[in-house]
Structure formats: structure tokens, C-alpha cells
């Protein structure tokens, strides 16, 4: 990755990556084409084409491809730099991939720190995120069957009663009768495997996190609310905490505050930004959705999103949620970044403690006077009369 204070003087190649081929811009001064060039997507087409070039900036979208290319191009010697694909300073009215290769290029002799660069995370932190991804997927079309199962019975008459997405096969099995189970046996049967491949893709993911990210399956084991799947793709999706000034920051990276549109003195309430990963953001609901829960355990976060749901009408449920989703997150990194050990009882504890700052303090005899004296005015006759 470039260095943020790296002032580069040489050529620069914009990259527009496509699926099948990418095309390559060279340019000697903002401008000056060198060379034009279309090259196949595979590792050996780039290695052997940047292999003839001395060290280049090389400017690239963020996209599915970026990452092996990093890898190759870093490798050669090269500075790769990855800019948001959104950002308007690469976009332009004419879109085609010369022209994107060529505003690529142009954008890589802008002053350090002018593009909205992308942080690309390290191979080894990326293939165990893709464990937990496939796993995501697994799970998500397990539901789509179980569903489905469902929705298929009920026309006929066929009902299977409320149980653990684990069990369902079994529970089906039991309350449906046997011309309704032959018609659903296939899909139950992919159920059952899709289950087997869940528990054995969370052994694999619970020996990752053993062994490589302790501070997930601290999160797991102190946090009430937070689960194994979501501490771990907390700490993978985040990977250096470090990078985050204020723990603040985090509810907005995972896009769980509020948009901003103010102009003037307009300063509208919009909803929240859904930035960043999708599936840790549905992860941060589901665990404070069961922070929430009537039968979960009293701390300080619980409070809170309790206090939320007493005000605001029909979508203070929606909104507590959100609430609690946000700062659980900030939660996690705050511990992450001090190492300091869980309280959930925190906050609760720090009011008591200034309650009690607050009634040992001796009293002030400036506002007694001046009380004592309202006192005496108030009940004086002239007052009374009045």
C-alpha cells in the first residue's frame, strides 16, 4: 500500500479492472500518454506485463479483483494505491474503460491524501472472513429452504410447529403426514446436510478464533448479547483497531449512524447510512435484538435501549435496536484498544459514584444566603400582602 506521505514524481498507470480483462493506462506527466494496453485477469498476464516497468504508482478501483492484484503488483516493486470506485474525482460524464483507465491515471498525481483511498485487509485476515462468509451463505440458504418447506405445507393443511432452525428437519418429520413429507423429503434432506455443513464450518471457525483472534472469543465469552459468528466478524472486518481515532467512529464505519444533509439552517433526520459490511450490521441487530430480549440478562446497554423504547412512538422498538446495535460496537473496540476487563455494570456504577460526590459535597453558603433570603422575602408581610 502507498504511504499516506509518499509524494510520487514518476509515471503512473491507471487499472480499470473488468471481470475478464482490465484495461491499462501509462502516463509520464498529467496528460502524457505513454502506453494503452488491454491484459487478461490473471495473475501471470499482470505479473508479466508490470514486470517490464520500473517501480509505478498504480491506481486501482476497489472491486473483487483488487486484492491478488495488490499482492502481484506490491511485489514487483510497484506502489499500489486503491481509491473508492464512488468517488467523484475518478468518475466522469463519458464512461468507458479508456476513459476510466485514463482518469485512473490522472488521479494518481493528485497530492497524497486528496483521494478516498481504500484499506485493503492482509490475505490471511480476508481467507478466514471468507470461512465465515461461506458460512453466511450456508446458514442464509438453509432459512430460504426452511421457508420454503413451510409456505409449501400450509395450503394443505400441513403445519410444523415453532423450533430451532437445527431441528427442523426432525420436527417436520414428525407433524407433517406421509403424503405431505413425500413431497417435501429432497428439501428436508438438503436441511439436514446444510446443518451438518454449519456445525462443522463453526468447529473449524471456533479452532480460528482459539488460535488466532483471542480478543474475539473474549467478546464472545463476557459481552452478553454477543455471540461467537459476531466477535469474530467484528475483529476481521475491523482487523487493526488502531485506525480508528475515537471508538465513536465505529457505528459509522459499520453503518449504523445517522446520514448527514445539513444546509443552512436545515438540518434534516435522516436514516442511518448502511454503510460498510452488510452482514456484521445484521450480525450488530441480531445480538441487540437479544440484548433486548424480556428474559436477557440486566446491564447497562439493557437499560439504555429500555429507556429508548419508552419514548418514540411505534418505531422506538426499531430504533433502541439500532441504538444498542451501534454501541455494541463501540463497546467492543473501546476494549479492544484499552485491554480493560468488561463491566456491564459500568455506567450504573459511575452514576452512584457521582451521586454520591454530589451529597458528601459540603454546601454552598452563597446560594444557602441567597435561598434563606427568598425565604424570608416570601413569607415577610409586606410580600403577603402584595
Known sequence: MVDSSFEFQGSVAGVDVSDKSSRICVMSEPGEVMLEDTVKNNQDAFRAWFAKFKPLRVVVEAGTHTLWIRDELTALGHDVLIVDPRDPRTQGRKKTDREDARRLAMAGFLPAGYLNTVRFRSRETHRDLMQLRARGALVG???????????????????????????????????????????????????????????A??????????????????????????????????????????????????????????????????????????????????????????????????????????ALMEHGGKNARKRAKVAVARRLAVLMHRLWITGEVFDPHHVAKLHQKQAAQMASRPPNRAKTKTAARITAEQSSPSVQSA
Open 201 to 306: 464450518c463453526d468447529r473449524r471457525l471456533s479452532r480460528i478464533t482459539a488460535k488466532r483472534y483471542p480478543i474475539a472469543q473474549r467478546f464472545a465469552e463476557e459481552i452478553p448479547g454477543i455471540g461467537p459468528v459476531t466477535s469474530l466478524a467484528f475483529v476481521l472486518t475491523v482487523e487493526d483497531p488502531h485506525r480508528f481515532p475515537k471508538s465513536r467512529t465505529v457505528g459509522a464505519y459499520v453503518g449504523l449512524a445517522p446520514g448527514s444533509g445539513d444546509s443552512g439552517e436545515q438540518r434534516p433526520q435522516l436514516r442511518i447510512t448502511k454503510a460498510g459490511d452488510v452482514r456484521l450490521r445484521s450480525l450488530l441487530v441480531q445480538c441487540a435484538n437479544s440484548v433486548l430480549h424480556p428474559r436477557s440478562a440486566d446491564w447497562d446497554l439493557r437499560s439504555f435501549g429500555l
Open 141 to 199: 440458504t438453509r432459512t430460504t429452504l426452511i421457508n420454503c418447506v413451510r409456505g409449501l405445507v400450509k395450503p394443505l393443511g400441513g403445519r410444523i410447529q415453532d423450533c430451532e432452525a437445527d431441528n427442523f428437519a426432525q420436527r417436520a418429520a414428525k407433524d407433517l403426514p406421509r403424503e405431505l413429507l413425500r413431497i417435501v423429503l429432497p428439501l428436508l434432506r438438503t436441511i439436514r446436510e446444510l446443518t451438518r455443513a454449519i456445525a
